[in-house]
């Protein structure tokens, strides 16, 4: 063979690897656009987002002809939830309209309201003190009202007395019976989902202090709420047979829901938590389903709903699974893997030793990242009930620059990916030596 066409052959197979390998995170990137767009609409419980995400998800797997279960790809169950599908409106002084998340969050077991109500003050020092509470309550008529507590003007010494036991207190009961509570503080917690089991009487709403007034006299509220007793809601599941022990399972999941809408002018598309780790599990069932790849084990791929409710859809399944969960040789569950130039963590990995220690000397071998964050169990992901049921897992999430966390800005634009290749690569891998 001449210099040139070597060369030329070179090039070919150099550029053909770096190609194919391109097209796996385009494919990664195709699938996290899709999972959050607004058409997903948050992939939660408004407009039936987790239904149009489920459908997608079964429309790939179908694509890749994969086994299901039992009829279809879906396993279906019910689930509480609190939603705000439409109005999210809150002004200060009938003049000072505040933007909901951003200016304003609704703590989510709150019910919706309408109208106007004066505001009125209590001094957030009377918390630490049940005498004075019950002196103002004997004292002041609070029904009609909207009471608030500015705990933006509290020392950090105070803040240290006071431990926010009392704000958690306020969270769970209304004792001065108003229309609502607001706390106004320097910053605002991070938004979640309602289990849906419990619903307040009232509405309980975190407002950032730099756009409250000084002078705050009125309010005017328009904020709707749903609540479901019973949503139907629905993992979705495939497997691949394996090639040589086909009745024993290694496990790929992740959560494919999120954190839905606020409002009907806001929603949270969940690119990082978990659009990317649904679409790592989908690209790795695209490896799985070539026949030259087929797995030692069978491996089945879940994709769990009602995971920001709760962890629910994968406790569900723990409690009503396909086949015995003594049958999962690991399980191998991906949530937030969107970046990774700092490297990877790995929950589960102190009671899971050997097995971790294979992912550390792959990460020692092949330098996939600069550091691997070892950790013990962790109840935050949907690897936790399948360890609580003996089922060895790890819970694996990226670190570095993946955007923000539970927020409208969590979007495939904030999304690196830049340790997507090396995750795919070490995980396949561990499957391949794991026995």
């Known amino acids: 063979m001449s210099f040139q066409k070597f060369w030329i052959f070179f090039l070919t197979i150099y550029f053909s690897c770096g190609f194919l390998k391109a097209q796996d995170t385009a494919y990664v990137r195709n699938v996290v656009n899709a999972l959050t767009s607004p058409e997903m609409y948050g992939r939660a419980y408004i407009n039936k987002g987790d239904s149009l995400a489920a459908d997608f998800i079964a429309s790939e797997f179908q694509k890749l002809n994969l086994l299901s279960f039992e009829k279809d790809y879906y396993q279906n169950f019910q689930i509480a939830t609190n939603t705000f599908p439409g109005k999210m409106d809150l002004s200060i002084n009938n003049s000072i309209l505040l933007k909901p998340f951003f200016d304003f969050r609704i703590v989510p077991s709150s019910k919706g309201i309408q109208g106007s109500f004066e505001l009125k003050e209590i001094p957030y020092k009377e918390l630490t003190s049940v005498r004075k509470l019950r002196k103002r309550l004997s004292k002041n008529d609070y029904t009609n009202s909207i ?53 307040r009487p009232d509405i309980l709403v975190n407002v950032l202090a730099e756009n409250f007034p000084k002078k705050p006299k009125t309010i005017r509220l328009n904020i709707a709420n749903q609540h479901f007793s019973s949503y139907k809601t629905q993992n979705v599941m495939a497997y691949i047979k394996g090639k040589h022990q086909p009745d024993t399972f290694l496990v790929l999941g992740a959560h494919y829901d999120h954190l839905g809408m606020m409002g009907s002018d806001v929603y949270f598309p969940g690119a990082n938590d978990n659009a990317s780790g649904t679409a790592a599990v989908l690209d790795l069932a695209r490896f799985y389903s070539q026949p030259k790849n087929q797995p030692y084990y069978s491996m089945a791929f879940f994709l769990f709903s009602a995971e920001e409710a709760g962890i629910l859809g994968s406790k569900f399944y723990t409690e009503n699974p396909y086949f015995p969960l003594q049958n ?108």
């Open 147 to 199: 009471i608030y507590f500015d705990f933006s003007k509290a020392s950090d010494k105070e803040r240290k007395k006071l431990e926010f036991q009392n704000q958690k207190m306020l969270a769970q009961i209304n004792i001065f019976d108003s229309k609502g509570i607001l706390i106004i503080d320097k910053t605002l917690p991070a938004w979640g989902l309602s289990s849906g089991r419990t619903l």
């Open 328 to 435: 999962i040789k690991f399980m191998l569950n991906l949530d937030m893997v969107g970046a990774g130039e700092k490297g990877l963590a790995v929950v589960n990995a102190i009671p899971n030793e050997k097995a971790y220690n294979i992912i550390d000397s792959l990460n020692t071998e092949y330098k996939y990242f600069p550091s691997l964050r070892k950790r013990g169990e962790a109840a935050n992901s949907d690897h936790y009930f399948f360890h609580a049921q003996g089922v060895p897992a790890f819970f694996f999430y990226t670190m570095g620059d993946s955007g923000p966390y539970h927020h409208p800005h969590d979007n495939s634009n904030r999304l690196t990916l830049s340790g997507y290749s090396n995750l795919f690569e070490i995980i396949t891998k561990f499957v391949e030596i794991y026995r």
